[in-house]
């Protein structure tokens, strides 16, 4: 039997007469990365603090771990750590000071320094929060959503704004947390990062839900074709590639040629030896797979781009 530690029905959320949330369900499973993906205005961040129990449900039910949502608040929020979107925490006090400053809301709370360790700030520890880099600040956000030893945490766009190299390192200590058996609940308009990051991704669009699966599954399904792009062709290889390749797409200098799955590597094979010749020469040759992107995309003619809630 599927272990649920969120069971969501028929969710819905308005403000006035505008409706953020409209009518959404879905089950988080024990252990897992669940990801909301979706641009600005989606409805992700509202969905997630109707969980964090921040928003009151206009209708529909959220059980947390078992517990109803409407009656058993203290109980969700004793259980459930949460990383807001706009984070900030003292900038005047340590990494070490701020999370203890957290820890001791709680009767019962983590030891600072595991926290620390775990989160990879040792080296930090007497740092004032404010000279910190911004990948180290959303590190020590999530440190401080642990304080209580949560068994759900919540990330709401934990890494909107930080260079790559931040993104990657908040990356890592997300899935650390998977990996020590957290249920963790994420919300990015950053495909990449949900296709990395989680077990199944719950894309919303307008308040909706317009897909929900794993990240293979999405792309396989509405992700559309493999392509193999052959770049920079000279004339004859183009002509040589033409003869023997049925179909494909011309784009300038370069040749798409779409991938089906049952002759590929006949087709990669032909277009390699044809290429591999002194007159027939290309700048190179390779695999383009589509992407949550392309899922996007292809379900709502938009692009998913950079923005808030």
């Known amino acids: 039997m599927v272990n649920n530690v969120i069971e969501a029905k028929s ?31 989606a409805g992700k961040t509202t969905t997630v603090e109707m969980m964090e129990c921040l928003k009151s449900l ?14 058993d608040e203290i109980e969700i929020k004793r259980r459930i750590g949460v990383l807001p979107q706009d984070f900030g925490a003292f ?34 520890r007497n740092i004032l929060f404010g000279y910190l880099s911004g990948g180290l600040k959303q590190r020590v956000g999530i440190a401080i959503s642990l304080v209580n030893d949560p068994e759900i945490v919540f990330l709401d766009e934990p890494t909107t704004g930080l260079d790559p190299k931040a993104r990657r390192d908040v990356w890592a200590a997300i899935k650390d947390l998977k990996a020590r058996g957290k249920t963790i609940i994420l919300t990015t308009h950053y495909m990449e990062e949900a296709q990395n990051l ?57 040749v798409l040629v779409k991938l089906s799955g049952e002759n590929d590597m006949k087709i990669i094979s032909k277009a390699a030896s044809i290429i591999d010749t002194s007159k027939s020469t290309c700048d190179e040759l390779y695999i383009r797979k589509a992407t949550l992107e392309n899922v996007f995309l292809n379900l709502t003619g938009d692009k998913l781009i950079e923005g808030g809630k």
């Open 91 to 124: 900038q005047l006090l340590t990494v070490y000071q701020n999370i203890d400053y957290f820890a001791q809301m709680y009767p019962k709370h983590v030891e600072v320094d595991d926290l620390i360790k775990m989160l990879g700030l040792k080296d930090k």
């Open 11 to 41: 969710l819905v959320k308005n403000y006035g007469d505008f409706t953020a949330v409209n009518n959404i369900s879905f089950n988080v499973k024990k252990g897992e990365v669940f990801a909301f993906l979706g641009p600005n205005g």
């Open 198 to 254: 989680a077990d199944r991704v719950c894309i919303l669009h307008n308040g909706r839900i317009i897909a929900e699966g794993t990240p293979e599954d999405l792309i396989g399904r509405y992700g559309g074709d493999k392509m193999l792009i052959i770049r920079k062709c000279s004339e004859i290889a183009k002509n040589e590639l033409i003869k023997t390749i049925q179909e494909y797409t011309i784009d300038g200098d370069n």
């Open 58 to 71: 206009t209708a529909g039910s959220i059980k947390i771990l078992g517990h109803d949502i409407k009656k």
